[in-house]
């Protein structure tokens, strides 16, 4: 079995069913971005897919991401980091991620926003919001994002673009859809709040990704339907 070909395969499958769900509720697909998640699998895979032309990839942890962005270097790509975020390790984010999809916390804001501007740079991020209260993921808590976005939206080294969800896992995707549409919901709220547009909404994996973007995703995180099972240990 050729494990690239493989890739390319269920990237392009992946690819056409987000062109088709998109179409299905009267959306433009180029609305719409794919970012390959790809967590845990070798550089060597993540390159069969930048040199079949994917742009965008999402990663988790800060060092597995950095080791990968220079050993795949040569590449045009674009970086997203979409894990959970810790203080200490903002130095090492700005200029180096195209997005930041889990800004959860006023502290890491202005952590990161400290070393925005000692590197001269502004870094787009979105809030991830804890939709479902779930103590083991991160995100904002829906009764602080309004304070809490408008702390971070005073930082001049942060431009706030949107807002990242993680529901909790089921089986059926149609259980996952009330939080995409809450989602929706709270970003146009914010919106008004803020007094700006905020154009990302990036909500979807690969057991719901169609489900989220019948419910306005501008952004979608997909893992194990592109590169496989991930090892667990
Ligand atoms: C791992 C991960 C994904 C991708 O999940 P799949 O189910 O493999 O598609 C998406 N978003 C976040 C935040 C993740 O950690």
């Known amino acids: 079995m050729d494990a690239a070909k493989d890739i390319i395969d269920r990237w392009e499958n992946i690819r056409g069913r987000i062109v088709q769900s998109a179409r299905n509720c009267g ?82 804001a202005q952590a990161l926003d400290h070393n925005c501007a000692k590197h001269s740079v502004v870094q787009a991020v979105l809030l991830q919001v804890n939709l479902a209260g779930e ?33 909790p896992f089921f089986d059926d995707q149609e259980r996952a859809r009330p939080f995409f549409r809450r989602l929706a ?11 700006h547009a905020l154009p990302h909404l990036s909500m979807g994996m690969s057991g719901d990704y169609p489900a989220a973007v019948e419910e306005g995703a501008t952004l979608l995180r997909i893992g194990t339907s592109i590169f496989g099972a991930r090892d667990l240990n």
């Open 185 to 195: 919901q709270l970003r146009s709220q914010l919106e008004n709040e803020l007094g």
């Open 135 to 167: 103590d083991q993921k991160g995100g904002i808590p829906e009764a602080d994002l309004i304070p809490a976005s408008r702390e971070i939206d005073a930082l001049p080294g942060l431009d706030i673009q949107g807002l990242m969800c993680m529901p």
């Open 27 to 108: 959306r433009n697909p180029e609305e719409i971005t794919l970012v390959a998640v790809s967590k845990t699998h070798p550089a060597r895979s993540v390159r069969v897919l930048a040199q079949a032309g994917h742009l965008d990839f999402g990663e988790n942890y800060v060092q597995e991401a950095l080791d990968k962005q220079e050993e795949l270097a040569d590449l045009n790509m674009r970086w997203h980091f979409i894990g959970r975020l810790q203080s200490n390790k903002a130095k090492f984010l700005p200029g180096r991620f195209h997005l930041i999809h889990s800004l959860d916390r006023v502290k890491t």
